[in-house]
Structures are given as C-alpha cells and as structure tokens.
C-alpha cells in the first residue's frame, strides 16, 4: 500500500522509539540477569507489560476492546512466535558469546527480506541494498572493534538460536499485520499477542527449570531490580512493541531490518550517558554507518513520495 508523507513519518518515528527502547533493554537487561534467570524475566516482564497494555486499551477504547476480533488460535500461534523469539534469544545468549550473537544480529536485513519473500512475495525497495550494505558494514566495524578489544571472535555453536529467534520475531511481525482487520489498533494487536505469549513463556520455563536449564525462580530480588524489571517491561516490552507494529504497518518489515541495526547503538549511546561506559572508536564509526544506511533508506522512500 502506498503511504503518504505522514505514514512515512510516523513509521519512521515508531522504529526510532522500538530501536532506542530495545537499545536501553541492553544494559537494564545485563543488571536483570545478576538476579534473576532469564528464563524468569520473560514471563515476569509480559505479565507486567500485558496489564499495562490493558489498561491503556480500556482508557482509548474501552472494555469490549480487550476480546480478539480475530481466530483466538491466530492470537495464539503469534503468541508462541513471541514466546519462541524470546527463549531462543536468550538460548542464543547462554550458548554463544555476545559478540558472535551481535554478529548474527547483523545480517537481519538479509534474512528479513528473504523470509518477506517467501512468505508475501514482497519485492526490495529502491534504496534497500544500498542501505543493507551500509547497516551490515557499520555492524561490522563496531563487532570488529568489540572482537579485537576482547581477542577475537569465539563461535560456540549457539548462534543457530539467535539467527531462529530473528526468524520467529519476523513471522510475527508480518502476520500481525496480516492476521487482523486492517482496522484493529496496533496497540489492540500488541495487547492480545502479549497476552498470549505469557502460557507460552511459563510453559517455557516450565520445562527449562525441569531439564536443569534454570533454577528456582528468585522472588526477593530487592527494589532496584523490581524497579528495572518494570521499566524493562512497560517500555522496552510494551510500549517499544507497539511503536515496532506501527513501523511495521506503515512501512513494512523491511525498514524494521534496518532499524534493528541502529539498536545496539542506542545500546552504546545510553550506556555511555547513564552507565559510565565508554564505547569504542569502532563502535561509534559503525553506529555512524547504520544510521547513514537507515537515513539513506528513508530519504529514497520520501523521494518516491514527493
């Protein structure tokens, strides 16, 4: 669908807010997993997120739009793709080194667009392999300066996980386009597959708390991480969810791939002011070249339009 020069705008502006809050989940998330066992945080923080979205779905349109206005085993099977992104990132994370798991995130503008084609045909726009060049190069100057800081890259066989999760989260996105009356809120949408991603989540830690893979859930943290454990969940998971459907409604999935790159940045950015880490040169040279490919996209997409 063709989108006017407000559509564009507000897409834009809905993958900046999803890239900077998913950048500030970083760290928020890296003083969570000192307490508390990942496969903990995910249903605590989707219970929190979904009472949240709730209650922001009553206050814009009350009560009657909480029930689904789709299949419910539609809501359901999206609500295992985001269950599914969730363990198997964090699978990804446990069986593999961070900077290897960066490096597999750097290609989402690959595996994006050829999972968009299988799944609905969708062509690349002018403008795309330009600015994939861009964001997978500026990602790889900043994995480059992170490896050479640490000694080098080290492969551990669980980058599998992390580049599957990429496949999960983009299956979603596109069928809760796809799966939903075209008049049904994105903030209606986030809601109800929020909603049913937390059985999925605790039928996860179920499982993995029975093979060994986690422990006793911890249930006196103390109140800083209660109290990041929230900010995690209302926006970096809800809020950020909802801003991340909008730009996908608006400028399709494709984009997405592209901001993807630039969270990682915001990741750099937001440490440096509020954590007191100093970033690298190639981190900030790379974070340079992904913003150039995303701005490179959005200018040719605003050209089209003019």
Do not use: K
């Not at 100057?141 to 990429?166: K, V």
């Not at 008049?183 to 991603?197: D, E, H, I, K, N």
């Not at 830690?205 to 006793?216: E, K």
């Amino acid at each position: 669908m063709r989108q006017h020069g407000p559509g564009v705008l507000g897409g834009a502006l809905g993958y900046l807010v999803a890239s900077a809050f998913w950048g500030w989940n970083i760290p928020l998330t890296s003083g969570l997993l000192r307490a508390l066992d990942p496969f903990w945080i995910a249903p605590c923080r989707y219970v929190i997120a979904v009472v949240v979205l709730g209650a922001w779905v009553v206050a814009t349109g009350g009560w009657r739009q909480l029930a689904t206005p789709t299949p419910q085993w539609r809501v359901a099977l999206l609500g295992l793709c985001v269950g599914a992104f969730l363990v198997l990132f964090n699978f990804g994370l446990l069986t593999s080194h961070a900077i290897t798991v960066a490096a597999v995130i750097a290609g989402s503008p690959v595996y994006v667009a050829g999972i968009a084609r299988l799944m609905i045909g969708s062509r690349l726009e002018r403008g795309f392999l330009p600015a994939c060049a861009l964001a997978i190069l500026g990602a790889g100057i900043a994995i480059y300066g992170r490896a050479r800081a640490n000694g080098g890259l080290d492969l551990r066989g669980g980058e599998i996980f992390t580049l599957l999760s990429i496949v999960c989260w983009t299956v979603y996105s596109i069928l809760a386009q796809r799966w939903f009356p075209p008049a049904v809120s994105q903030l209606r949408r986030t809601y109800l597959t929020t909603l049913w991603a937390i059985p999925w989540l605790v039928l996860f830690w179920v499982i993995a708390v029975a093979t060994g893979l986690a422990g006793p859930p911890n249930l006196t943290p103390g109140p800083a991480i209660w109290r990041d454990l929230a900010i995690t969940a209302v926006f970096c998971t809800g809020v950020a969810t909802v801003a991340w459907n909008t730009g996908v409604g608006r400028l399709g999935i494709a984009a997405g791939a592209m901001w993807q790159n630039m969270v990682p940045v915001f990741a750099v950015l937001i440490s440096l002011l509020f954590y007191d880490v100093v970033p690298l040169p190639e981190q900030l040279l790379g974070g340079g070249v992904v913003l150039l490919g995303v701005i490179y996209m959005q200018w040719q997409r605003m050209r089209r339009l003019a």
